[in-house]
């Protein structure tokens, strides 16, 4: 039987707690405005990244804004009291702009670019290229607040993720969400929409209106 559990919190042995202490101390000294940045945090382009207040990160995450001539100008925009887990990975040449009170899960990856194109239009990029040499198709990445996006996600280029919104687990998000809906799915599609006249979560048809 499913059941509720309000709030939990963690059993941490001396040796734990011995090293958030540390790690506390290492994140005020570094990052100010941060509640606690986990060891391997790498962050590359740090004049253009604005990490908000009280975050949060797992291990192993890599904050990237990456320089392209037009680089005196803010390209990872995290807003307050975001929470990212293990091996997240954010690049930006452009911009990534993610709102208040998000939480990230382990492995997820967000990127504004890619390698080459590939719509099957005019722009496409020969498969004679080698992969490293090709042009960087760049289209912003927006994610609103108090969002909640499962572990192994993809958040691609040109991607809107509106407020409220839940990416499943392993989603490919290559097209936008809207507001108070459930995405899943390679690609990921709407599964679900939060209903304000029932308060519930319901399905939806592929016109967006209820089940």
């Given at each position: 039987?499913?059941?509720?559990?309000?709030?939990?919190?963690?059993?941490?042995?001396?040796?734990?707690?011995?090293?958030?202490?540390?790690?506390?101390?290492?994140?005020?000294?570094?990052?100010?405005?941060?509640?606690?940045?986990?060891?391997?945090?790498?962050?590359?382009?740090?004049?253009?990244?604005?990490?908000?207040?009280?975050?949060?990160?797992g291990i192993n995450c890599r904050i990237e804004a990456l320089c392209t001539g037009k680089d005196d100008c803010i390209k990872i925009k995290i807003g307050n009291k975001v929470q990212m887990n293990d091996s997240v990975h954010i690049a930006a040449l452009e911009s990534v702009t993610i709102g208040d009170n998000v939480l990230i899960a382990s492995h997820v990856y967000i990127s504004d670019n890619s390698h080459g194109c590939y719509k099957g239009?005019?722009?496409?990029?020969?498969?004679?290229?080698?992969?490293?040499?090709?042009?960087?198709?760049?289209?912003?990445?927006?994610?609103?607040?108090?969002?909640?996006?499962?572990?192994?996600?993809?958040?691609?280029?040109?991607?809107?993720?509106?407020?409220?919104?839940?990416?499943?687990?392993?989603?490919?998000?290559?097209?936008?969400?809207?507001?108070?809906?459930?995405?899943?799915?390679?690609?990921?599609?709407?599964?679900?929409?939060?209903?304000?006249?029932?308060?519930?979560?319901?399905?939806?048809?592929?016109?967006?209106?209820?089940?």
């Amino acid at each position: 039987m499913t059941r509720i559990i309000e709030k939990i919190s963690n059993k941490y042995s001396l040796l734990n707690k011995i090293g958030l202490c540390m790690t506390v101390i290492k994140t005020k000294l570094i990052w100010k405005k941060a509640r606690i940045i986990r060891r391997g945090m790498i962050i590359r382009g740090k004049s253009m990244i604005d990490l908000g207040i009280g975050l949060t990160t797992g291990i192993n995450c890599r904050i990237e804004a990456l320089c392209t001539g037009k680089d005196d100008c803010i390209k990872i925009k995290i807003g307050n009291k975001v929470q990212m887990n293990d091996s997240v990975h954010i690049a930006a040449l452009e911009s990534v702009t993610i709102g208040d009170n998000v939480l990230i899960a382990s492995h997820v990856y967000i990127s504004d670019n890619s390698h080459g194109c590939y719509k099957g239009g005019d722009d496409d990029t020969s498969p004679s290229i080698p992969p490293v040499s090709r042009y960087y198709f760049v289209n912003p990445v927006k994610i609103g607040s108090n969002v909640w996006i499962g572990e192994s996600a993809m958040i691609m280029p040109g991607v809107t993720i509106g407020n409220g919104a839940i990416i499943g687990a392993h989603a490919v998000v290559n097209r936008s969400i809207p507001d108070n809906c459930i995405a899943a799915g390679i690609p990921a599609k709407i599964i679900k929409r939060y209903n304000e006249t029932t308060k519930r979560w319901e399905k939806t048809a592929p016109d967006g209106s209820f089940i």
